[in-house]
Structures are given as structure tokens and as C-alpha cells.
Nanobody, 125 residues
Framework: QVQLVESGGGSVEAGGSLRLACAAS????????MTWFRRAPGKQREGVAA????????WYSEAVKGRFSISRDNAKNTVYLQMNSLQPEDTAMYYC???????????????????WGRGTQVTVS
């Protein structure tokens, strides 16, 4: 079992920055792929960024590429999402997810993840 707890959400003005954190416990070390998803009101959940256990070659959605950065501190079992140049369209509940399988080409498919956090709200005005 893996437990995931997100933190760092809040309200910011457009152009601002936030840093989200996802603290993992339990069998987190066995999770090869850690991913951030988000769900905006009235929209489907979408993949934002994913990272391997090694931290090598992260993936990003086109919507956030160049503005968001995902990183992973395995010593702390924590994954971060640095969000810069935030825009109102980034407003959403952000979720951390984990799976034992590699990220590869399916990282954005939320149906392939076994473990989820409860989310942290990000509001950009």
C-alpha cells in the first residue's frame, strides 16, 4: 500500500508561482512512476507531469510545458511540482498519483494508476 498526501496549493494571481508537494509513505519506493494530474471544474482529469523513480526524462502535457517542472526527492519520498507563470486556466484540484509500472507513453492515463492522494486546490485569478 502507498499513501499519498498533497500540499502547497493556494490562491495566486496570474503570473505567480506555487510549489506543490506529494509526500509518499508505505511502499512508495516501489513506485516507478509518480504523476501529477488535475481536474478543473466541469472538465475531465488530465495528466500534467510525470517522473520516473530515477528522475530521468520527465513528461509534461503541452499545456504546462515550459512553465511547470516536476522533480523527485527519493530520500524524502516526495515529488514536487513547481508551477510558474500560472494562468487562470491552471485553476484546478491537483492530484498526485503513483504506479509500479513505468511512466512510458501511458503516463497521462489516469485509469492506470493504483494510488491517489486527496488533492490540493490551486486557484489562479
Amino acid at each position: 500500500q502507498v499513501q499519498l498526501v498533497e500540499s502547497g496549493g493556494g490562491s495566486v494571481e496570474a503570473g505567480g508561482s506555487l510549489r506543490l508537494a506529494c509526500a509518499a509513505s508505505g511502499s512508495a519506493a516501489s513506485m516507478a512512476c509518480m504523476t501529477w494530474f488535475r481536474r478543473a471544474p466541469g472538465k475531465q482529469r488530465e495528466g500534467v507531469a510525470a517522473i520516473y523513480h530515477s528522475g530521468w526524462e520527465p513528461w509534461y502535457s503541452e499545456a504546462v510545458k515550459g512553465r511547470f517542472s516536476i522533480s523527485r526527492d527519493n530520500a524524502k519520498n516526495t515529488v514536487y511540482l513547481q508551477m510558474n507563470s500560472l494562468q487562470p486556466e491552471d485553476t484546478a484540484m491537483y492530484y498526485c498519483a503513483a504506479r509500479a509500472a513505468s511512466c512510458a507513453l501511458t503516463w497521462a492515463r489516469d485509469d492506470l494508476y493504483n494510488y491517489w492522494g486527496r488533492g490540493t486546490q490551486v486557484t489562479v485569478s
